[in-house]
């Protein structure tokens, strides 16, 4: 199992932007993929970033164009930037090693850092 803390989340007005930070113990970071995933009120926990051992990038479209995902394998630590935020973007946001075909999370869940993007 492989344990996340995630940061950087907080309080935004629309158009604005924040940087979201997760880091993962254990040594098997560098190996395997990362996704950065999402809860708001009332609805299900949906991934919204993905980033393949290799640097592969894939969004939702919901995001695409505004959030882009990063990872530092030295560091064990994958990013999320998020620009032009929308209220709709409001939710709790998770990292995770991320099953690559099915998107599903493979470990525990993180506390989570809270985005609320209002004015």
């Known amino acids: 199992q492989v344990q996340f803390v995630e940061s950087g989340g907080g309080l935004v007005q629309p158009g604005g932007s924040l940087r979201l930070s997760c880091r993962a113990s254990?040594?098997?970071?560098?190996?395997?993929?990362m996704g950065w995933y999402r809860q708001a009120p009332g609805k299900q926990r949906e991934l919204v970033a993905a980033?393949?051992?290799?640097?592969?990038?894939n969004y939702a479209d919901s995001v695409k164009g505004r959030f882009t995902i990063s990872r530092d394998n030295a560091k064990n630590t994958v990013y999320l930037q998020m620009n032009s935020l929308k209220p709709e973007d409001t939710a709790v946001y998770y990292c995770?090693?991320?099953?690559?075909?099915?998107?599903?999370?493979?470990?525990?869940w993180g506390q989570g850092t809270l985005v609320t993007v209002s004015s």
């Open positions: 995770n090693r991320v099953e690559v075909i099915t998107g599903h999370a493979l470990d525990a």
């Open positions: 980033i393949t051992k290799v640097g592969n990038k």
């Open positions: 254990g040594s098997i970071f560098s190996i395997d993929a």
